[in-house]
């Protein structure tokens, strides 16, 4: 028998040395590095910049984290180390086994946790940017072969140079490694659709390796006029009230550009950016299907209505806070995962008896496929031998 809760969305924690210890020697240097300012409060450093403060999420605690940005703001020297306030399951195989084990769940996908964060800050200097992803992903293969087959790796790509990507998507792949993170972001101003990327989605079906989108650090889709007054460090407020406008338009792109299309073992998700409103984004796209494909050539191209592409080929996660049940009567039971966001403070400590209290009156059919089988989907030939 196969695992009967695969969790999709959990993070593993990045020591102060991940990068430094798993990049090439070359790039030493250049690697990103947790390091402590004058007041002893941590920071994710690139050369002599601080990037975004480091913080330490406990579930269903987080106005703790409010506490301490107030503290760091005021100049107060931080009260413990980032080794002290860090449990040993955000980064630790053993603990994070156990942790599962105390959730009732049986496999977890593990995504970079402060690793989400620096990847639109390195934009001037590419060659870092790539070392620092590769340094992350040794680390990401190193850790899941460590999991007795129930931690899934997710790789850091970057799109970029595509040369460079598709020869890492070759080589995260020899590692085990099925799943790799990019942004649903225009790329040096280029779309996700344009022909300069198809080797990569070329080399994603051919290696059995999943795209995913996830909450991280890329180019907003939305304008600065409407964020003036914003922080430029970490999380925006404007980005995090719409998190589903990226992966909504990048979606959008690849499939009425023809990339789903071309590419129909391309099986792409989205993660951590909610599912509520996929119901309404697929009627609108099919609305606006109808009013166009009658004078757009790129439309009458399409084989299948837009909806088909999103069935055929991308899964979502809802939030807990998220009415599943309804998703799922809107737009079927095939499109949605479980996932908990551990230990960030979305899934809070019991996540399957919140999303089982969602689920409603759903079926056993209907949960076989939100726990399991639409992750395994996602997985393609790699599912498909778990679930044996």
Not at 89 to 99: E, F, H, K, M, N
Request: a negative charge; aromatic letters at 10%; one cysteine or more.
């Amino acid at each position: 028998m196969g695992p009967q809760i695969i969790d999709v969305d959990q993070h593993l924690f990045e020591s102060r040395g991940t990068w430094t210890e798993h990049i090439e020697p070359a790039w030493r240097d250049d690697a990103l590095r947790i390091e402590d300012d004058e007041a002893g409060w941590p920071w994710l450093m690139w050369r002599d910049r601080q990037l975004t403060p480091i913080e330490v999420p406990i579930p269903e605690r987080s106005s703790l984290i409010g506490d301490d940005r107030l503290r760091r703001l005021r100049g107060e020297r931080a009260a413990a180390s980032f080794e002290d306030l860090v449990p040993p399951s955000y980064g630790t195989v053993a603990p994070r086994l156990a942790s599962l084990d105390e959730f009732g769940i049986d496999a977890a996908v593990l995504f970079p946790n402060y690793g989400l964060l620096w990847e639109q800050m390195l934009a001037s200097d590419r060659p870092a940017q790539r070392a620092n992803a590769r340094a992350y992903n040794r680390f990401m293969a190193e850790t899941c072969g460590e999991g007795e087959g129930r931690l899934f790796g997710v790789a850091h790509l970057l799109l970029h140079d595509p040369e460079w990507a598709t020869e890492e998507i070759a080589r995260i792949r020899a590692e085990g490694v099925r799943l790799a993170m990019i942004a649903p972001a225009p790329v040096d101003g280029k779309p996700l659709s344009h022909p300069d990327f198809d080797p990569v989605w070329a080399a994603f079906s051919t290696h059995g390796v999943a795209p995913v989108f996830h909450v991280s650090g890329f180019e907003s889709p939305i304008h600065p006029a409407w964020r003036e007054g914003e922080d430029e460090q970490g999380e925006q407020l404007f980005d995090s009230i719409f998190l589903w406008l990226a992966p909504a338009v990048a979606l959008a792109n690849l499939i009425l550009h023809g990339v789903l299309e071309r590419f129909p073992d391309l099986r792409i998700g989205v993660i951590e950016q909610g599912a509520i409103w996929v119901p309404s984004w697929l009627r609108q796209m099919e609305s606006a299907f109808e009013a166009f494909h009658r004078h757009e050539d790129r439309l009458q191209a399409l084989s299948l209505r837009p909806t088909d592409y999103v069935h055929r080929q991308v899964r979502f996660t809802p939030y807990p806070t998220e009415d599943v049940g309804w998703i799922v009567e809107q737009a079927g039971p095939d499109l949605v995962m479980f996932s908990s966001d551990y230990p960030h403070v979305e899934g809070g400590r019991k996540p399957v008896e919140r999303f089982e209290a969602s689920l409603g009156g759903a079926g056993e059919d209907v949960r076989q496929q939100f726990y399991v089988d639409n992750f395994l989907f996602l997985m393609g030939a790699a599912g498909s031998r778990l679930a044996a």
